[in-house]
């Protein structure tokens, strides 16, 4: 069975950019640049005709213009005990109606249940394991002024990924184009 999620892809020059700031954290289980991106929305483990009933309905995902997304900084997920390194992506109406239009298409085809944490767009650097969240202040730190990085959506994709830890590989089953 497939894990299946949507997202949008990081193109090559901003996921090198961002894999300039891996390295020299404790407990980091970095992710590979290949397997950067944003998801909108995770589908999980299906069958395969639940798979094909997914993408069915994002089949009928509205006409959309592309639009332009940036990260501007770097985070943490879980406060006091951190779990995950994160890029910020700053909220973007376009990027905040797609998300919640493939919420609205996958409950239509009874898939999922609505999800139940606020969404924020955010593209995974490293996963934490044992690491103190002042370790993690002074990465971000040493980091440096992070400065904006910027790129055109042009599309959408469902992934599919295997049992593993976390972090890819990564497989892009279905595209979406957002205009012509």
């Known amino acids: 069975m497939p894990r299946l999620f949507t997202g949008i892809e990081i193109p090559p020059s901003i996921g090198f950019a961002l894999s300039l700031k891996r390295g020299g954290l404790h407990g980091a289980r970095w992710i590979d640049p290949q397997n950067y991106h ?3 929305r995770y589908i999980g483990e299906v069958d395969h005709r639940s798979a094909q009933e997914a993408l069915d309905a994002l089949d009928r995902a509205g006409y959309r213009e592309p639009f332009t997304i940036t990260l501007d900084r770097l985070a943490v997920f879980g406060g006091n005990k951190p779990r995950a390194l994160y890029a910020g ?3 973007h109406p376009e990027l905040l109606d797609l998300q919640a239009e493939h919420e609205r298409l996958l409950h239509r085809v009874a898939l999922l249940s609505p999800q139940g ?3 924020l767009p955010h593209v995974t650097l490293a996963r934490l394991r044992d690491t103190a969240a002042r370790e993690v202040a002074a990465h971000i730190a040493a980091s440096g002024r992070f400065e904006p990085l910027s790129f055109s959506v ?6 599919s990924s295997r049992e593993s830890g ?3 590989p990564y497989i892009v089953e279905q595209d979406y184009p957002l205009a012509a």
């Open 38 to 40: 944003i998801t909108l």
């Open 117 to 119: 944490r606020k969404f």
């Open 166 to 168: 976390g972090g890819g």
């Open 89 to 91: 992506v700053v909220p």
């Open 154 to 159: 042009r599309r959408f994709v469902v992934y």
